[in-house]
Each structure stands twice: as structure tokens, then as C-alpha cells.
């Protein structure tokens, strides 16, 4: 069977491949993270979660989850999770019996500050071998790349489809 000419560098798709560099990135730095939290961490998600919770006090599961780009009910197992951990509790808002505001425990703000000590110190292992300067620019092209990845809605993805199959 013939591959039509191509070369082994041809068939790597991990040549030149942005999306194969972020996510070996990620990989190599969540082993950090893990490393650095230690094996009783909750998870990144959780962490910010936790984190915009601590910033933003009253937010409630909806605007949380819009931040969070998550499903309502995938937020709703998030907080369950930080409740039961004790870190968060839900308060009822005035007027409206359907949302809940949410807060950091005092043990949710011990738990927040170690992890903002812990992160200093793995934001200081990941970046070692960069400038401040290339962090600085890292940083700002992933966000260029995070804002400008929108996957395709269900109708674009149908019209591709329809493309690929020709007439």
C-alpha cells in the first residue's frame, strides 16, 4: 500500500503544531502544579472556582459558571464539591428564591491563601527559564490564541460536513 509519496515528517502531526505545543505545555505544567500542591489539591477548576469566589464575594452559581464557561449544572457540581469540602457556602438572596449568592468559609480564605503561596512558587517554575519579558509576551499571545479558538457552533460544524461531502 503506497502513501503517496509522503515522508515521516510529512505524517507527524505534531510537526509545527501549535496545538500539540500548548497541550504538551499544559501537561508538563500541571505535573508541576500537582507536584507543588501536593496530592490532596483540589482540582485546577475547583481552584478557580474558588478563586473568583474569593474575588468576587456574592457572585452567584450563574455568573460563575458564565465566567467559568461551564454548563449551569456542571457548576452546580463544582459548588456541591467546594460546599462539602467546607471551603463555600451558598446564601440565600433576598427576592429571589431560585439563585443563591456565594461565599468563601474561613477555612475557604485559609485554603485560598495557601494556594495563592503555593502558585507563586509553581508561576515561578514553570516560567524559570524565561524573561519576564517572554513571560509577559507568552501570556499575552495564549490569550490571543484562547480568545480567537472558538470552536464551531453545531450549524457551522453541519455546513463542513455538507462541504466535505461535495455536491
Avoid: C, W
Amino acid at each position: 500500500m503506497s502513501d503517496g509519496g509522503a515522508g515521516p515528517a510529512e505524517l507527524d502531526l505534531r510537526q509545527d503544531s501549535l496545538g500539540y505545543a500548548i497541550k504538551r505545555a499544559q501537561v508538563r505544567t500541571y505535573e508541576v502544579l500537582f507536584a507543588t500542591l501536593g496530592p490532596d489539591a483540589i482540582s485546577p477548576a475547583r481552584m478557580t472556582a474558588l478563586s473568583i469566589i474569593g474575588a468576587q464575594p456574592g457572585i452567584n452559581q450563574s455568573a460563575l459558571a458564565e465566567q467559568l464557561r461551564v454548563t449551569r449544572p456542571s457548576m452546580v457540581k463544582v459548588i456541591d464539591s467546594l460546599e462539602g469540602l467546607g471551603l463555600v457556602e451558598r446564601r440565600a438572596i433576598p427576592g429571589d428564591r431560585r439563585s443563591y449568592s456565594l461565599a468563601l468559609t474561613e477555612q475557604g480564605r485559609r485554603e485560598l491563601r495557601d494556594m495563592h503561596e503555593k502558585t507563586r512558587q509553581y508561576e515561578a517554575r514553570i516560567a524559570e527559564r524565561l524573561t519576564a519579558q517572554e513571560r509577559a509576551l507568552l501570556i499575552s499571545l495564549l490569550e490571543k490564541v484562547a480568545v480567537s479558538a472558538v470552536p464551531p457552533s453545531a450549524p457551522e460544524l453541519a455546513a463542513g460536513k455538507a462541504e466535505d461531502q461535495g455536491p
